[in-house]
T-cell receptor, first 112, second 117 residues
Protein backbone atom coordinates (compact mmCIF):
# COMPACT_ATOMS: atom_id res chain seq x y z
CA UNK A 1 0.00 0.00 0.00
CA UNK A 2 1.20 3.51 -0.77
CA UNK A 3 1.69 5.63 2.30
CA UNK A 4 0.87 9.28 2.76
CA UNK A 5 2.43 11.24 -0.06
CA UNK A 6 3.52 14.83 0.38
CA UNK A 7 4.92 17.25 -2.13
CA UNK A 8 7.21 18.96 -2.49
CA UNK A 9 9.81 17.41 -0.19
CA UNK A 10 11.71 20.66 0.01
CA UNK A 11 10.59 24.20 -0.66
CA UNK A 12 12.63 27.37 -0.51
CA UNK A 13 10.78 30.59 -1.04
CA UNK A 14 11.18 34.28 -0.46
CA UNK A 15 9.36 36.11 2.26
CA UNK A 16 6.00 37.35 1.05
CA UNK A 17 5.48 34.63 -1.49
CA UNK A 18 2.61 32.17 -1.43
CA UNK A 19 3.47 28.59 -0.56
CA UNK A 20 1.26 25.56 -1.17
CA UNK A 21 1.99 22.19 0.38
CA UNK A 22 0.19 19.12 -0.92
CA UNK A 23 -0.86 15.84 0.60
CA UNK A 24 -2.39 12.62 -0.64
CA UNK A 25 -3.66 10.49 2.27
CA UNK A 26 -3.71 6.72 2.45
CA UNK A 27 -6.62 5.39 0.42
CA UNK A 28 -9.63 4.64 2.60
CA UNK A 29 -8.52 6.77 5.52
CA UNK A 30 -11.11 9.30 6.63
CA UNK A 31 -9.01 11.55 8.83
CA UNK A 32 -6.30 13.88 7.62
CA UNK A 33 -3.99 15.89 9.82
CA UNK A 34 -1.49 18.66 9.20
CA UNK A 35 1.38 19.02 11.70
CA UNK A 36 4.27 21.42 11.93
CA UNK A 37 7.61 20.53 13.50
CA UNK A 38 10.08 23.14 14.72
CA UNK A 39 12.97 23.00 17.14
CA UNK A 40 11.29 25.48 19.45
CA UNK A 41 7.77 24.04 19.55
CA UNK A 42 8.21 20.41 18.59
CA UNK A 43 5.36 18.71 16.76
CA UNK A 44 2.14 20.73 16.70
CA UNK A 45 -1.20 19.81 15.21
CA UNK A 46 -2.36 22.60 12.92
CA UNK A 47 -5.68 21.29 11.62
CA UNK A 48 -7.47 18.04 10.97
CA UNK A 49 -10.28 16.90 8.71
CA UNK A 50 -12.82 14.13 8.97
CA UNK A 51 -14.48 13.05 5.74
CA UNK A 52 -13.04 16.15 4.07
CA UNK A 53 -14.61 18.50 6.63
CA UNK A 54 -12.33 20.60 8.85
CA UNK A 55 -12.99 19.58 12.45
CA UNK A 56 -10.48 21.57 14.45
CA UNK A 57 -8.29 24.35 13.12
CA UNK A 58 -7.38 25.82 16.49
CA UNK A 59 -3.74 25.04 15.87
CA UNK A 60 -3.51 27.16 12.75
CA UNK A 61 -1.21 29.97 13.82
CA UNK A 62 -2.59 32.87 11.83
CA UNK A 63 -4.93 33.86 9.07
CA UNK A 64 -2.01 33.55 6.70
CA UNK A 65 -2.46 29.79 7.00
CA UNK A 66 -5.33 28.00 5.30
CA UNK A 67 -6.05 24.36 4.53
CA UNK A 68 -8.48 22.68 2.20
CA UNK A 69 -9.54 19.16 1.43
CA UNK A 70 -11.58 19.21 -1.78
CA UNK A 71 -11.87 15.42 -1.90
CA UNK A 72 -10.89 12.30 -0.01
CA UNK A 73 -7.58 11.94 -1.79
CA UNK A 74 -6.10 15.42 -1.68
CA UNK A 75 -5.41 18.25 0.73
CA UNK A 76 -3.46 21.47 0.61
CA UNK A 77 -1.93 23.72 3.22
CA UNK A 78 -1.34 27.24 2.00
CA UNK A 79 0.67 30.03 3.55
CA UNK A 80 0.13 33.48 2.13
CA UNK A 81 2.17 35.57 2.57
CA UNK A 82 4.99 33.45 3.92
CA UNK A 83 7.38 34.70 6.61
CA UNK A 84 10.77 33.42 7.79
CA UNK A 85 9.22 32.17 11.05
CA UNK A 86 7.11 29.77 9.01
CA UNK A 87 10.25 27.78 8.24
CA UNK A 88 9.64 24.28 9.56
CA UNK A 89 8.93 20.74 8.50
CA UNK A 90 5.25 20.24 7.71
CA UNK A 91 3.85 16.74 8.05
CA UNK A 92 0.62 15.38 6.72
CA UNK A 93 -0.89 12.27 8.32
CA UNK A 94 -3.99 10.20 7.78
CA UNK A 95 -5.87 7.60 9.76
CA UNK A 96 -9.00 5.51 10.07
CA UNK A 97 -10.73 5.25 13.42
CA UNK A 98 -8.87 2.63 15.41
CA UNK A 99 -5.88 2.62 13.08
CA UNK A 100 -2.58 4.32 13.72
CA UNK A 101 -1.80 7.49 11.89
CA UNK A 102 0.44 7.13 8.88
CA UNK A 103 2.70 10.09 8.30
CA UNK A 104 4.09 11.46 5.09
CA UNK A 105 7.78 12.15 4.73
CA UNK A 106 7.25 15.84 5.38
CA UNK A 107 7.90 19.03 3.48
CA UNK A 108 10.87 21.05 4.66
CA UNK A 109 9.94 24.69 4.12
CA UNK A 110 12.54 27.42 4.22
CA UNK A 111 11.41 31.02 3.91
CA UNK A 112 14.26 33.44 3.28
CA UNK B 1 -6.01 19.13 28.57
CA UNK B 2 -3.48 16.56 27.58
CA UNK B 3 0.23 16.57 28.15
CA UNK B 4 3.07 14.21 27.33
CA UNK B 5 6.42 14.57 29.07
CA UNK B 6 9.62 13.03 27.85
CA UNK B 7 12.09 14.23 30.42
CA UNK B 8 15.12 12.74 28.72
CA UNK B 9 16.17 15.17 26.02
CA UNK B 10 19.18 13.17 24.83
CA UNK B 11 20.56 9.75 25.64
CA UNK B 12 23.76 8.15 24.42
CA UNK B 13 24.60 4.52 24.95
CA UNK B 14 27.20 2.16 23.59
CA UNK B 15 26.02 -0.36 21.06
CA UNK B 16 24.53 -3.54 22.55
CA UNK B 17 23.52 -1.83 25.76
CA UNK B 18 19.88 -1.74 26.77
CA UNK B 19 18.19 1.64 26.97
CA UNK B 20 14.83 2.81 28.31
CA UNK B 21 13.04 5.92 27.11
CA UNK B 22 10.60 7.40 29.57
CA UNK B 23 7.17 8.79 28.82
CA UNK B 24 4.75 10.24 31.34
CA UNK B 25 1.36 11.52 30.31
CA UNK B 26 -1.54 13.51 31.70
CA UNK B 27 -5.12 13.24 30.56
CA UNK B 28 -8.62 13.58 31.95
CA UNK B 29 -10.02 11.13 29.46
CA UNK B 30 -11.01 7.72 30.72
CA UNK B 31 -10.07 6.05 27.47
CA UNK B 32 -7.18 7.04 25.31
CA UNK B 33 -4.44 5.75 23.07
CA UNK B 34 -0.70 5.98 23.57
CA UNK B 35 1.83 5.84 20.77
CA UNK B 36 5.53 5.74 20.12
CA UNK B 37 6.99 7.07 16.90
CA UNK B 38 10.57 6.98 15.64
CA UNK B 39 12.08 9.81 13.62
CA UNK B 40 15.37 8.72 12.06
CA UNK B 41 17.87 11.22 10.64
CA UNK B 42 16.07 11.05 7.29
CA UNK B 43 13.17 12.87 8.94
CA UNK B 44 10.10 10.73 8.44
CA UNK B 45 7.93 9.64 11.34
CA UNK B 46 7.71 5.89 11.72
CA UNK B 47 4.91 4.33 13.73
CA UNK B 48 6.13 1.85 16.37
CA UNK B 49 3.18 1.02 18.61
CA UNK B 50 -0.33 2.01 19.62
CA UNK B 51 -1.73 0.98 22.99
CA UNK B 52 -5.30 1.40 24.25
CA UNK B 53 -5.68 2.57 27.82
CA UNK B 54 -7.65 -0.57 28.67
CA UNK B 55 -4.76 -2.80 27.76
CA UNK B 56 -2.04 -2.66 30.36
CA UNK B 57 -0.21 -5.74 29.22
CA UNK B 58 3.37 -5.17 28.34
CA UNK B 59 4.30 -5.74 24.73
CA UNK B 60 7.43 -7.08 23.14
CA UNK B 61 8.36 -6.84 19.49
CA UNK B 62 11.80 -8.16 18.75
CA UNK B 63 14.30 -5.96 20.58
CA UNK B 64 11.59 -3.46 21.49
CA UNK B 65 9.37 -3.65 24.54
CA UNK B 66 6.87 -1.32 26.11
CA UNK B 67 5.83 -1.03 29.76
CA UNK B 68 2.45 0.63 30.28
CA UNK B 69 1.59 1.48 33.87
CA UNK B 70 -1.68 3.30 34.28
CA UNK B 71 -1.09 3.80 38.01
CA UNK B 72 1.91 6.00 37.29
CA UNK B 73 0.68 7.33 33.92
CA UNK B 74 3.78 6.04 32.22
CA UNK B 75 4.41 4.30 28.93
CA UNK B 76 8.12 3.53 28.79
CA UNK B 77 9.97 2.09 25.83
CA UNK B 78 12.98 -0.21 26.12
CA UNK B 79 15.38 -1.18 23.38
CA UNK B 80 17.38 -4.30 24.18
CA UNK B 81 20.83 -4.86 22.68
CA UNK B 82 20.79 -1.48 20.97
CA UNK B 83 22.14 -1.07 17.46
CA UNK B 84 23.45 1.94 15.57
CA UNK B 85 20.32 1.89 13.39
CA UNK B 86 18.29 2.67 16.51
CA UNK B 87 19.79 6.16 16.57
CA UNK B 88 16.85 8.52 16.11
CA UNK B 89 14.50 10.84 17.91
CA UNK B 90 11.69 8.97 19.61
CA UNK B 91 8.34 10.56 20.31
CA UNK B 92 5.66 9.46 22.71
CA UNK B 93 2.13 10.65 21.90
CA UNK B 94 -1.37 10.57 23.32
CA UNK B 95 -4.86 10.92 21.89
CA UNK B 96 -8.29 10.56 23.43
CA UNK B 97 -10.44 7.71 22.23
CA UNK B 98 -13.13 10.16 21.37
CA UNK B 99 -15.97 10.37 18.93
CA UNK B 100 -13.64 11.03 16.06
CA UNK B 101 -11.11 8.32 16.83
CA UNK B 102 -7.45 9.08 16.55
CA UNK B 103 -7.82 12.79 16.75
CA UNK B 104 -5.52 15.43 18.10
CA UNK B 105 -2.33 13.55 18.81
CA UNK B 106 -0.39 15.35 21.52
CA UNK B 107 3.32 14.69 21.19
CA UNK B 108 6.07 14.81 23.74
CA UNK B 109 9.16 16.81 22.95
CA UNK B 110 11.09 13.73 21.95
CA UNK B 111 14.20 11.94 23.14
CA UNK B 112 17.24 11.95 20.89
CA UNK B 113 18.89 8.55 21.17
CA UNK B 114 22.43 8.09 19.93
CA UNK B 115 23.94 4.64 19.77
CA UNK B 116 27.73 4.76 19.84
CA UNK B 117 29.42 2.02 17.83
Amino acid sequence: DAGVIQSPRHEVTEMGQEVTLRCKPISGHDYLFWYRQTMMRGLELLIYFNNNVPIDDSGMPEDRFSAKMPNASFSTLKIQPSEPRDSAVYFCASSLKGVEEGFGQGTRLTVV
Amino acid sequence: AQKVTQAQTEISVVEKEDVTLDCVYETRDTTYYLFWYKQPPSGELVFLIRRNSFDEQNEISGRYSWNFQKSTSSFNFTITASQVVDSAVYFCALTPDGVFGNEKLTFGTGTRLTIIP
